[in-house]
């Protein structure tokens, strides 16, 4: 991990949770020329020293530090990324000192990195991820509420034992299935199964909890995970070139995640080519390109006759996450199914 760590001072209070903010970049750390830039601007330029010395009313709610970790569009996200990002938390929940961490992300792969520490992360400690949708520069800033409300989360005891969660424009979801939906509104994210709840007013309130298996009730452990194997992600759509399979092995891909039309269909002109993927060792597992809903086995495809996995309620870039993480323990497709259906 880059190890520019930015330490801001501040004040310790024995009545107040200890929150580490771990910067990332993304919007949240962006600047735009002026104040009506609120959609084209650079993102990760502010340091998250500066980003806390901008909200002076943290120091209300929790003792906050920070880190820079990286200083990144999420885009820019690697595999090596989610790891070191993944060794850094896991270092820190571990700290008696530390009660959660708060991870400033870019928005655009914010889900993908939520979903992905709560399968690794083994802790009880609240962590939260928050980004935003317009850079501090602008006029109507969401990023400094978003902020606020995260570390007030961190803080919180009602939100430990309930996976890693993401804080966005009031709202609680959990980070296995909070995704982004609207690009350009503050209200981007979303899961198809509704929030956890939300904070208002330095209070979290709760409405639902995750019942999918996460952090200390995980079979996966960033502390004994050196490296993520490739999976990629092919688009489903009318006429599309069965080809683009074929590439994806020749990249690399240890599994294929058919990004399919409705129920994770497979255009009958492209059923062979993916069978013959299947055959030659690479997992094939079928997800929706549809943001609700999730995909029924055996029902557009007989998955049981062709070996093949579906991604359950997983978007495909959920469903490349967990099953990067299952091919590191298992290449047999009964068990990569069943953790399809667990997680
Ligand atoms: N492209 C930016 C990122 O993901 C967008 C954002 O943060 O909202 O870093």
């Not at 190890?3 to 919007?27: D, E, F």
Request: aromatic content about 6%; hydrophobic content about 45%.
């Amino acid at each position: 991990m880059a190890t520019a760590c930015a330490q801001t001072p501040a004040a310790t209070s024995a009545a107040k949770p200890n929150v580490v903010i771990v910067a990332t970049g993304g919007t949240i750390a962006g600047a735009g020329a002026t104040s009506a830039n609120s959609a084209t601007y650079q993102a990760a330029k502010v340091p998250v020293d500066k980003l806390i010395a901008g909200i002076p009313e943290l120091s209300n709610v929790a003792n906050v530090r920070g880190e820079q970790a990286f200083q990144i569009a999420s885009e820019s996200f690697t595999n090596e990324k989610l790891l070191q990002l993944g060794k850094r938390v896991s270092a820190l929940v571990k700290d008696p000192g530390v009660d959660g961490v708060v991870i400033t992300h870019g928005t655009d792969t914010l889900e993908e990195t939520s979903f992905f520490l709560n399968l690794v992360i083994r802790t009880e400690k609240p962590i939260v991820l928050v980004g935003s949708m317009r850079p501090g520069t602008a006029m109507s800033a969401d990023g400094m509420l978003n902020l606020y409300n995260a570390v007030v989360l961190a803080g919180t005891p009602s939100a430990r034992g309930k996976g890693v969660l993401v804080a966005m424009n009031d709202d609680i979801l959990t980070g296995r299935d909070a995704a982004k939906r609207i690009n350009i509104k503050t209200s981007a994210f979303a899961s198809a199964w509704g929030p956890l709840g939300m904070v208002v007013e330095n209070q979290a309130y709760w409405f639902r909890a995750p019942v999918k298996r996460h952090t200390t009730q995980s079979e996966f452990d960033i502390d004994t995970l050196q490296s993520l194997p490739e999976v990629h992600i092919v688009y489903g759509y009318g006429n599309m070139a069965p080809t683009l399979y074929d590439a994806a092995v020749k990249a690399g891909a240890k599994a294929v995640i058919h990004a399919g039309t409705g129920n994770g269909s497979v255009p009958d002109y492209a059923v062979e080519t993916l069978r013959r993927v299947r055959s030659s060792g690479i997992h094939v597992i079928r997800a929706s390109r549809i943001a609700d809903g999730f995909v029924i086995r055996n029902s557009e495809q007989p998955d049981d006759k062709y070996d093949w996995v579906v991604a359950h309620d997983l978007n495909p870039q959920k469903a490349k996450i967990l099953a990067a993480l299952a091919l590191g323990k298992t290449n047999s497709t009964a068990e990569l199914q069943r953790i399809f259906w667990e997680y």
